[in-house]
């Protein structure tokens, strides 16, 4: 197996934040190599132009799909490896209680709702509105996810190096002061975009624990375009046989008692993080709930 393989293996096994962290990693390579070759026969192209998220109104109105494409960008190498390793912590995280579909629906609303505070920030603040800037970067987008997990269980541990075992909230709120105290230095428009996707992520588990899920309408529109382009697979005819015995009351009380047992057995593992934390979880706990997510 060489390394294209590899990849597509992992691509293919992996979770949303997986395919998310792939999909942001070819967005950085693909552009910086091609416009590099550009470069060396005198054709210079600035790509972000096309792509990043205009603070000018107007400009979105030529470029609407930049509401959505600069949240998959980003401006160097740094940039992007920060992003990348923090996506992966927040969205591991967030599918330990809800699904890859919310997962990826919270991932793109949550960076077009912090565009649009970005956007009416630049317009309607003072100190702003004289400025031209264009935003790029996975960030908004990242805030709401882990502010989304945040607010379903911020009491919930998280072990990391050297600080042992933290608070789910601390991490959160720590993130939140520090773009708070960078918003007037530098980068204004980017931590102005984190406070928008915090914002949502917050907004995001208030709504849903009322009952309504702001990514099913998303999803669902993605389902029916994914469902318009894939090749339709011919379904034989098939013979179909009575049985005169009920066969199907045997099967719908099977259904529905391993649905019970199944969702006892979440609701076990969730008490215990909510008390012990995320970490005393057994290897076996962890891998259940991991695949009860998708």
């Known amino acids: 197996m060489n390394i294209f393989d590899d990849l597509k293996l992992q691509y293919k096994n992996g979770d949303m934040a997986t395919k998310l962290i792939f999909w942001n990693l070819l967005l950085f390579a693909i552009p910086e190599i091609v416009f590099a070759v550009l470069q060396l026969f005198h054709i210079e192209i600035n790509y972000f132009n096309y792509v990043a998220l205009s603070n000018h109104f107007s400009d979105l109105v030529l470029q609407p799909w930049t509401i959505i494409s600069y949240s998959f960008f980003h401006s160097g190498f740094l940039h992007l490896l920060f992003n990348m390793i923090m996506l992966h912590f927040s969205g591991r995280l967030f599918v330990t209680f809800f699904t890859q579909k919310q997962l990826f629906g919270l991932y793109v609303l949550g960076g077009i709702f912090a565009g649009i505070v970005y956007l009416v920030c630049y317009t309607f603040l003072p100190s702003l509105s004289n400025?031209?800037?264009?935003?790029?970067g996975a960030s908004a987008s990242i805030m709401a996810i882990l502010f989304a997990t945040m607010t379903y269980q911020p009491f919930m541990?998280?072990?990391l190096?050297?600080?042992?075992?933290?608070?789910?909230w601390y991490i959160a709120i720590l993130y939140l002061v520090v773009d708070l105290i960078q918003l007037p230095l530098e980068n204004t428009g980017g931590h102005l975009s984190h406070l928008g996707g915090a914002l949502f992520g917050f907004v995001y588990i208030k709504l849903l624990q009322n009952g309504t899920d702001l990514t099913r309408g998303f999803n669902t529109i993605i389902d029916w375009f994914a469902n318009l382009f894939s090749p339709k697979k011919a379904t034989p005819f098939k013979k179909v046989y009575r049985n005169p015995k009920s066969a199907n009351a045997t099967k719908t009380a099977s259904k529905i008692i391993t649905k019970d047992k199944t969702q006892q057995q979440i609701d076990e593992i969730l008490d215990k993080i909510s008390k012990s934390?995320?970490?005393s979880l057994t290897a076996d706990e962890k891998e259940f709930l991991f695949k009860a997510g998708k």
């Open 131 to 136: 400025q031209n800037t264009l935003l790029v």
């Open 157 to 159: 541990e998280i072990r």
């Open 161 to 168: 190096v050297l600080l042992g075992s933290v608070k789910l």
């Open 277 to 279: 934390g995320y970490d």
